[in-house]
Antibody, heavy 121, light 107 residues
Framework: EVQLVESGGGLVQPGRSLRLSCAASGFTFDDYAMHWVRQAPGKGLEWVSGISWNSGSIGYADSVKGRFTISRDNAKNSLYLQMNSLRAEDTALYYC??????????????WGLGTLVTVSS | DIQMTQSPSSLSASVGDRVTITCRASQSISSYLNWYQQKPGKAPKLLIYAASSLQSGVPSRFSGSGSGTDFTLTISSLQPEDFATYYCQQSYSTPVTFGQGTRLEIK
């Protein structure tokens, strides 16, 4: 059974940093691209970032480019999101999502339950 | 960035109804269009990929069609468990973008 378990969320002040983690199991992690998708309270879905199976291809939403860094450790079956210079508008539930392929045209067939990030003073 | 626009934003329907939700892209995306269902407090679930391919385990009452800029998600006979919010998503280019969502409510 595929499982994605996010962690690392919490309450953080504007301008500070946070690192999210996603532990994956139930599939061959390094066969697939992985992504972070967020959802602000009561709002729609926003893709944040994606990384190919070998970290050779990485993409970011314009809203986080230069502030967030995605990475993965295939030996640990883990995905990460380093979030710096956090803003109030980054407040959201952050989902880890598995791609259906190694890279290319993203569609997300498995999602975690999400980890909540709240940016507030 | 490619903008995705869904219509309607909300919809009231009854069990047994046939329902259609539309998604329009701001430029041609070929068939790189996916549909998701999200229930309150839950993660999204992939229903349709590549515009018309049914994801494994998804009931056959769900279907998708379209190519280029105009796409539809159809539920042939609404069931009680189908009341949820539906999102389209383009996978043609980065950044990946979603529609704003269509909330399907019980009439």
């Amino acid at each position: 059974e595929v499982q994605l378990v996010e962690s690392g969320g919490g309450l953080v002040q504007p301008g500070r940093s946070l690192r999210l983690s996603c532990a994956a199991s139930g599939f061959t992690f390094d066969d697939y691209a992985m992504h972070w998708v967020r959802q602000a309270p009561g709002k729609g879905l926003e893709w944040v970032s994606g990384i190919s199976w070998n970290s050779g291809s990485i993409g970011y939403a314009d809203s986080v480019k230069g502030r967030f860094t995605i990475s993965r450790d295939n030996a640990k079956n883990s995905l990460y999101l380093q979030m710096n210079s956090l803003r109030a508008e980054d407040t959201a539930l952050y989902y880890c999502a598995k791609d259906t392929s190694v890279a290319g045209t993203p569609s997300f067939d498995y999602w975690g339950l999400g980890t909540l990030v709240t940016v507030s003073s | 960035d490619i903008q995705m626009t869904q219509s309607p934003s909300s919809l009231s329907a009854s069990v047994g109804d046939r329902v259609t939700i539309t998604c329009r892209a701001s430029q041609s995306i070929s068939s790189y269009l996916n549909w998701y269902q999200q229930k309150p407090g839950k993660a999204p679930k992939l229903l349709i990929y590549a515009a018309s391919s049914l994801q494994s385990g998804v009931p056959s009452r769900f279907s998708g069609s379209g190519s280029g800029t105009d796409f539809t998600l159809t539920i042939s006979s609404l069931q009680p468990e189908d009341f949820a919010t539906y999102y389209c998503q383009q996978s043609y280019s980065t950044p990946v973008t979603f529609g704003q969502g269509t909330r399907l409510e019980i009439k």
